[in-house]
Antibody, heavy 119, light 110 residues
Framework: QVQLQQSGPGLVKPSQTLSLTCAISGDSVSSNSAAWNWIRQSPSRGLEWLGRTYYRSKWYSEYAVSVKSRITINPDTSKNQFSLRLNSVTPEDTAVYYC?????????WGRGTLVTVSS | QSVLTQPPSASGTPGQRVTISCSGSSSNIGSNTVNWYQHLPGTAPKLLIYDNNHRPSGVPDRFSGSKSGTSASLAISGLQSEDEVDYYCAAWDGSLMGWVFGGGTKLTVL
């Protein structure tokens, strides 16, 4: 049974960097068929896909235009996990952040991490 | 503002059949398949329907999906109290090059 376990701080100060990690069990971050995504949900923006990383003979990372200048999603093969870094956060980045797997469609989600941006 | 449009709420009585719509455009629903998720806030969203009308193992056949043009629908028959959660549609958008979602529909079982 594949599971995604999220970790990271729930409070980040404005202008700082939001960092979250998603540990994978039961599958591999280096899978040739899966992609590993970050998605967030807020009352004002609804569900918003942020980006993904995946391995197809080499590593790829792709990002939503709305956050492209501030985001990095990286795999960590040694720990079988992937991470999200979002720079220069503002209160508008306050949201529940989910990691998720796609196998052609989003089939598995983490439980979510509420991240509040506040001083 | 969500890219896909869903009604914010829907309701029905136990045993009844309800449908939830999801409207998009040619760049998402019109050219890609639709997936549906069931979400109880505070938990992981659960895949309910994939590729327009396929149910993952373990999802009751009370749940069904359909798609026509740039719109899709989720139907729930034999409504039960445990169905009272939020439902979201999603599709890949070839113009935005990313996943897009509906705003969610809160289902109330009266």
């Amino acid at each position: 049974q594949v599971q995604l376990q999220q970790s990271g701080p729930g409070l980040v100060k404005p202008s700082q960097t939001l960092s979250l990690t998603c540990a994978i069990s039961g599958d591999s971050v280096s899978s040739n068929s899966a992609a590993w995504n970050w998605i967030r949900q807020s009352p004002s923006r609804g569900l918003e896909w942020l980006g993904r990383t995946y391995y197809r003979s080499k590593w790829y990372s792709e990002y939503a235009v709305s956050v492209k200048s501030r985001i990095t999603i990286n795999p960590d093969t040694s720990k079988n996990q992937f991470s999200l870094r979002l720079n220069s956060v503002t209160p508008e980045d306050t949201a529940v952040y989910y990691c998720a797997r796609t196998l052609g469609y989003i089939d598995l989600w983490g439980r979510g991490t509420l991240v509040t941006v506040s001083s | 503002q969500s890219v896909l449009t869903q009604p914010p709420s829907a309701s029905g009585t136990p045993g009844q059949r309800v449908t939830i719509s999801c409207s998009g455009s040619s760049s998402n629903i019109g050219s890609n398949t639709v997936n549906w998720y069931q979400h109880l806030p505070g938990t992981a969203p659960k895949l309910l329907i994939y590729d327009n009308n396929h149910r993952p193992s373990g999802v009751p056949d009370r749940f069904s999906g359909s798609k026509s043009g740039t719109s899709a629908s989720l139907a729930i028959s034999g409504l039960q109290s445990e169905d009272e959660v939020d439902y979201y549609c999603a599709a890949w958008d070839g113009s935005l090059m990313g996943w897009v979602f509906g705003g969610g529909t809160k289902l109330t079982v009266l």
